[in-house]
């Protein structure tokens, strides 16, 4: 019999792990701190399954849905599980409470990772007795339907723990990618955080509209790069491949980096632009319809790369 899983924390997050886990086989125990999230996650988690079986990506959501307990007290929750994904606030008193609780109640075998999008396992685990357990886990939001999982060990992270996230996270099909040690931002969002950044700097400057910004990931770069990322692409993009591609283009790169040496905030003006610009092309009452719009269009992108799989033996 497969070992339960704990997700601790039931938000965006939390729910999307559930399914993660409920649709591969695990029993998922849940526990949030927050009596109304407990009481109202199983009927979100419901209406995602609805959605996913309507891409054939799950093929039930009652049978996926009767993998999912949701309890009122942690201990009850971290029972017998082999696994605790924690997805609380993204503070360090919060993620700090929480592990020491978590590190207290379970036993001397569960790994526990960390959703945590930007503080490092070290900031808060430093002074647990299983700290060597503890690593981040870091997904993409909603991780059943974007499988990047960044494992991020701290200093004192037992190999073991990691090898097990690993093993675990590809067991349950998503795609963990290994840290080698802290880094600001992990990987994921220093690329985003590059991409972000001149993005702003583009528009501040004016050179073109939001609307042209976003166009060029969506209608350019986007495409490939829900296949590929940018090494293979550029390996892809000179006959002779990536060393090729270098002796032809790294000048232009390395003066473009050059021209970007001090970095500078995104000022209030700055941000204002591009609120009022994103405002005209989509109101504050129309995001949440265009959220489940990009879900879905994740979902079907997801039943496409599945079929492509397939389709061309991938
Ligand atoms: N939202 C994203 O796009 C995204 C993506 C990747 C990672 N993350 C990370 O995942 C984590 C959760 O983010 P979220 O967006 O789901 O937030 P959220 O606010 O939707 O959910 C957090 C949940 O944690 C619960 N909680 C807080 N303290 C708790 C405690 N002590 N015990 C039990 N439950 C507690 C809250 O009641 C809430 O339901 C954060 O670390 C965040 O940085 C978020």
């Known amino acids: 019999m497969t070992q339960p899983i704990a997700v601790v924390g039931a938000g965006l997050v939390g729910a999307g792990w559930a399914i993660v886990f409920a649709r591969s086989g695990y ?5 949030d701190g927050d009596a109304d999230i407990r009481a109202n996650v199983l009927a979100g988690i419901r209406a ?18 009767e993998h999912i307990t949701v309890c009122d007290i942690l201990e009850e929750a971290v029972d017998g599980v082999s696994y605790v994904q924690e997805s609380v606030f993204e503070t360090i008193p919060v993620k700090s409470e929480i592990t020491a609780a978590l590190d207290a109640v379970c036993g001397p075998d569960v790994v526990i990772g960390s959703s945590s999008s930007g503080i490092p396992a070290s900031a808060f685990t430093e002074g647990l ?6 690593l981040i886990a870091h997904p993409v939001n909603p991780p059943y339907l974007v499988p990047l999982v960044e494992l991020v060990p701290a200093l004192w992270t037992d190999p073991s723990a990691v090898q097990f996230a690993h093993d675990l996270m590809t067991a349950v099909g998503q795609s963990p990618i290994h840290i080698t040690r802290e880094v600001e931002g992990f990987v994921l969002n220093r690329l985003q955080g590059a991409l972000l950044n001149e993005a702003w700097a583009l528009f501040e400057e004016g050179y073109a509209s939001a609307e042209d910004i976003d166009k060029t990931v969506s209608e350019g770069l986007g495409l490939r790069w829900s296949f590929m990322g940018p090494f293979e692409t550029i390996d892809l993009n000179a006959p002779g491949g990536v060393a090729d591609y270098a002796a032809r283009l790294a000048p232009l790169y390395h003066s473009v980096a050059q021209s970007r040496t001090t970095p500078k905030p995104w000022g209030s003006k700055l941000i204002g632009d591009v609120e009022q610009e994103r405002r005209t092309h989509l109101s504050e009452q129309e995001l949440a319809s265009r959220r489940e719009w990009r879900d879905r269009r994740l979902m079907a992108l997801a039943a496409h790369k599945n079929k492509a799989r397939k389709a061309i033996g991938d």
Do not use: H, M
Not at 27 to 31: E, G, H, L, Q
Not at 129 to 134: A, E, F, V
């Open 48 to 65: 995602n399954l609805d959605d996913l079986q309507s891409f054939e990506l799950i093929e039930s959501a009652d049978a996926t849905l």
């Open 27 to 31: 029993p998922v125990r849940i526990y």
């Open 129 to 134: 007795k299983g700290r060597n357990r503890c």
